[in-house]
């Protein structure tokens, strides 16, 4: 196993500034720290935000994508948007479960992502691959930032939820990469 960067500047800042606005609205009997739940419940709903932002992207290139490989990047976004689906309901329920509302509206989700607009008139398969990379690539970083801030606090759960997604999120950039490539 490698080592950890430090968590970049602007994610910590978007951590604390929602980690004190945070509420837990919900009891449990979860034996974590109401307190640190309140943080856990804040990180984890930036990278819902981050992640149902980036299904959305990916929903866009699978609809809008051209070029002589359309049909495999059809297919190929078609399916990293189904995977992204399911990780977005994961986080979602992790939110609940405790203690917390998942705020996934589109409206919600707009006013907090913290990815890029997809490029307006990027259609042309190689410029669309480029942009769903570097999108994946920053929501892996900052997936890998939310899977320490999960540690400090004790929730190796959560943690974990995180590291798998990590994973996820690194071998579908391997797959958009592999196209750009050779």
Do not use: C
């Amino acid at each position: 196993m490698g080592t950890r960067t430090a968590t970049p500047a602007h994610t910590k800042e978007t951590m604390n500034k929602t980690t004190t606005t945070a509420a837990i609205p919900f009891s449990t009997r979860n034996d974590i720290d109401a307190g640190q739940r309140a943080q856990l419940v804040a990180i984890l709903q930036q990278s819902l935000a981050d992640l149902f932002d980036l299904h959305s992207q990916t929903k866009f290139a699978h609809w809008n994508v051209k070029g002589p490989n359309f049909i495999a990047l059809h297919k190929l976004f078609d399916e990293l948007a189904d995977e992204l689906a399911e990780q977005v309901d994961t986080l979602a329920e992790r939110i609940t479960a405790l203690g917390g509302v998942a705020h996934g509206t589109v409206r919600q989700v707009a006013a907090t992502s913290r990815i890029p607009e997809f490029p307006a008139h990027t259609y042309h398969a190689p410029e669309v691959l480029t942009a769903l990379a570097d999108r994946f690539a920053a929501v892996g970083k900052t997936v890998r930032a939310a899977i320490d801030a999960s540690g400090q606090l004790g929730d190796q759960d959560t943690a974990d939820l995180f590291t798998g997604l990590s994973r996820d999120l690194d071998k579908a950039l391997y797959f958009l990469e592999a196209h750009l490539q050779g």
